[in-house]
């Protein structure tokens, strides 16, 4: 039996009409796959996440703000006082909230690529949408472990975006956001500072919308009554840096050479920072004396390594905070498929970090920091040879 014309019809609308449903097939499966993890209840949600909610609930919704519950900064505790109104159970207006944010940050992230490919640029911004959607740490973070790693990511990636478009002012105060949500937002600072020096496009003077925006964001907490000024959600800040850890089972470069307490804590952790600095700074010099084009494309490259430095190298580090840079080293695959191999070890570390943070899986972190800064290296050659101009040829990133 031939095929019908109704058939040859169905499947040339199909074909007509590809991307848009592929969009929306992917939108529904990232919906599926957030809806049944939902009833996932972990150790973090049962110790703090669901009281801090009901200590905002029974305190009166917006009426507790005028205390501090947790160690939520006063915009995340603003957001949970908001869904305290709704109708839901708690840990489910967790998952929901960081849930809306998973298509926020994809939908940012497509926005980017758009913005820095020329070629074949629909697919491209759909391939990415799709990647950081469904990509396992994403959903694993939002809907398994009710974390919000993809709010303060996502205000990081817009920011990006409108740096891009040299919208500098609006890209300071949505970095600003990011930062009055959440401590780790300074793992990008490093970067800005240095695509002010490069660029010489913009005065230092947007960096005060960054505690501005932190200024702005105790306000409602300041009309509900709390005591301590405009200066909050620094005091905030202040007690979360005063956490005595070494690392927090982030495999990185401490993992393989300390206890995450060892018995010299107050000594080894300010020269971690430095240390970790010093190798952030090395880097920019390298660019800066290559003299490096801070395109938008070479910019992404940066933020990329600037901020798997961070982490990698800085004190303190726990399991979920390489969220941005995977979330960039995507951006970074679709844009320079070459990565693509690296982007598969990176992502692979993170699964099973949050294999063992949701289901106790175990692991052996020494090896793990050993595969990561591996990666890191690679990485850093790659992209740093990409940022200065060069076509880097390894036959292991590139098939034949």
Request: with cysteine; charged share 15%; proline share 4%.
């Amino acid at each position: 039996m031939k095929i019908t014309g109704i058939e040859q019809k169905l499947i040339a609308w199909i074909e007509a009409h590809l991307q848009v449903l592929m969009v929306i097939f992917v939108t529904f499966c990232g919906l599926f796959i957030r809806y049944f993890l939902r009833p996932i209840v972990t150790d973090d949600a049962t110790a703090c996440l669901i009281p801090w909610y009901h200590d905002i609930e029974y305190g009166g919704g917006f009426a507790a703000l005028k205390w501090q519950v947790g160690n939520y900064n006063v915009l995340y505790q603003f957001m949970i006082a908001v869904l305290t109104y709704l109708p839901i159970y708690s840990l489910t207006a967790y998952k929901a909230l960081s849930g809306i944010f998973d298509y926020a940050l994809a939908i940012a992230g497509a926005l980017v690529v758009g913005e820095l490919v020329t070629e074949d640029r629909s697919r491209k911004m759909l391939l990415t949408y799709s990647a950081v959607l469904l990509a396992p740490q994403v959903w694993l973070n939002s809907a398994a472990w009710g974390q919000c790693d993809s709010i303060y990511v996502f205000w990081i990636v817009a920011a990006f975006l409108f740096l891009c478009r040299e919208r500098y002012g609006l890209s300071f105060l949505l970095y600003g956001v990011a930062f009055a949500f959440k401590l780790q937002a300074i793992f990008a600072l490093p970067f800005f500072l240095l695509y002010w020096f490069m660029k010489k496009r913009f005065s230092i003077l947007h960096f005060l919308e960054i505690p501005l925006m932190m200024i702005l964001s105790t306000i409602p907490a300041l009309l509900a009554g709390r005591e301590g000024g405009l200066l909050i959600s620094f005091r905030i800040y202040a007690d979360q840096a005063g956490e005595g850890y070494l690392y927090r089972k982030y495999p990185g470069f401490w993992a393989l050479i300390a206890d995450a307490q060892p018995d010299n804590l107050d000594g080894i952790l300010p020269a971690a920072m430095i240390f970790a600095a010093v190798v952030m700074i090395f880097q920019a010099a390298v660019w800066i004396r290559k003299k490096a084009v801070p395109n938008a494309e070479n910019a992404l490259y940066m933020l990329f390594l600037l901020t798997y430095s961070c982490v990698l190298f800085m004190p303190g580090m726990h399991e979920r905070y390489g969220y941005l840079y995977e979330i960039l080293a995507i951006l970074i695959a679709v844009i320079y498929p070459e990565t693509a191999v690296l982007l598969a070890g990176l992502l692979g570390i993170s699964v099973l970090l949050y294999g063992d943070g949701l289901f106790q899986t175990g692991l052996n972190l020494t090896l793990l920091s050993v595969i990561n800064i591996t990666v890191y290296l690679l990485y850093f050659v790659v992209l740093t040879l990409k940022i200065c101009g060069k076509k880097p040829e390894i036959r292991l990133l590139r098939e034949k």
